[in-house]
C-alpha cells in the first residue's frame, strides 16, 4: 500500500507525528509504522478505509467498554471507559466522581483520543453542578475529533454523556457524528 504511505505523507505533517509520539510514549516513526499497519489491515478484511459497514452511519458508537466502578480512599467512585468510534479511532479515560448529594458533587474526567491503538491527545476537565459540559476539538494530523462530554443527573446518579463528530483520514475524511449517554455512576 504504497499509496497510503505517500497519502499519510502529504496529509500527516512531521509535528504533527511527533505531538501523536509523545502522547503515546513512542517515536514518530514507531507511531507512523504502528498506524499504517492498522489501516492496511483494516483494508485487507474488506473494510472500506478501515470503517466497519456500519461506521459512519449518525447516532452509532462501534463499541462502549467499561472497566470495574472502583471506590478511592476519599469515598469517590471511578468508572474507566473505551468508546470505539471506528476501527482505528476511539477515546479512553476515566471519570471520578466525589460528592454526595445532587447539590454538591464534583467530576474529573481524563480523556484520551486513540488512533490505532496509542494514545495521541490527552486533556482533563473537572464538572460541577454549574459547568456540566465541556468540548474539545483534538486535531492529529490524520485524526481530528469534536467531542463534547456532558453531565446528567438522573435519579440519584452523575451520567456521562458524549456527542459529537469524529473523523479519519484515509484517501479523504471519513466522518460520523454520535450522540450517546455511556455511563452513569451512583452519588
Not at 38 to 61: C, R, V
Request: hydrophobic share 40%; charged share 20%; with cysteine.
Amino acid at each position: 500500500m504504497t499509496d497510503l504511505k505517500k497519502s499519510l505523507q502529504t496529509m500527516v505533517s512531521d509535528k504533527d507525528w511527533e505531538m501523536m509520539a509523545k502522547h503515546a510514549g513512542m517515536s514518530a516513526a514507531e507511531i507512523k509504522k504502528h498506524v499504517i499497519k492498522a489501516i492496511e489491515k483494516d483494508a485487507t478484511k474488506g473494510m472500506l478505509n478501515g470503517f466497519s459497514e456500519s461506521a459512519g452511519a449518525i447516532g452509532e458508537i462501534d463499541n462502549i467498554t467499561l472497566g470495574t466502578l472502583s471506590k478511592a480512599k476519599n469515598e469517590c467512585l471511578t468508572q474507566d471507559f473505551e468508546v470505539s468510534l471506528f476501527k482505528i479511532i476511539g477515546i479512553k479515560g476515566t471519570l471520578t466522581v466525589c460528592g454526595s448529594s445532587t447539590n454538591d458533587w464534583t467530576a474529573t474526567l481524563k480523556v484520551c483520543l486513540i488512533v490505532a491503538g496509542a494514545s495521541v491527545w490527552c486533556t482533563q476537565y473537572t464538572f460541577d453542578p454549574h459547568n456540566i459540559s465541556v468540548c474539545f476539538s483534538p486535531s492529529v494530523g490524520l485524526a481530528k475529533a469534536d467531542l463534547c462530554f456532558r453531565i446528567e443527573i438522573h435519579n440519584n446518579k452523575v451520567c456521562l454523556g458524549l456527542s459529537g463528530k469524529a473523523c479519519y483520514w484515509a484517501f479523504g475524511w471519513k466522518c460520523a457524528n454520535f450522540n450517546e449517554t455511556l455511563f452513569c455512576i451512583p452519588l
